[in-house]
């Protein structure tokens, strides 16, 4: 069973900075890709970053890239995204993501799924 819980969602003000964490249960984490994905009120869940395997390649939302950074740590079956910078329209549940495809990640599409966690941007 894969189980990923997140947690470091909160209230900034804009212009501020949050990490997100992700810690996952699986023995196997090193093996799966993951990925962060946000849903703000009224909108669709949208893609906001992914990490390889090994860490090697990572991807970004347009909208985030320069601002946030997504990393690992495999020894602690842990991701992370640390958002800096962040803006009014960043807030959103955002949601952590893995699947054994990198793919499956990048199209929205993984496998397994976190609870999401509230970040809250004020002007």
């Known amino acids: 069973q894969v189980q990923l819980v997140e947690s470091g969602g909160g209230l900034v003000q804009a212009g501020g900075s949050l990490r997100l964490s992700c810690a996952a249960s699986e023995r196997t984490f090193s093996s799966y890709a993951m990925g962060w994905f946000r849903q703000a009120p009224g909108k669709e869940r949208e893609f906001v970053a992914a990490?390889?395997?090994?860490?090697?390649?990572?991807n970004y939302a347009h909208s985030v890239k320069g601002r946030f950074t997504i990393s690992r740590d495999n020894a602690k079956n842990t991701v992370y995204l640390q958002m800096n910078s962040l803006k009014p329209e960043d807030m959103a549940v955002y949601y952590c993501a893995s699947d054994r495809s990198e793919w499956a990640v990048l199209a929205g599409s993984p496998r397994h799924w976190g609870q999401g966690t509230q970040v809250t941007v004020s002007s």
């Open positions: 990490i390889s395997v090994n860490g090697g390649n990572t």
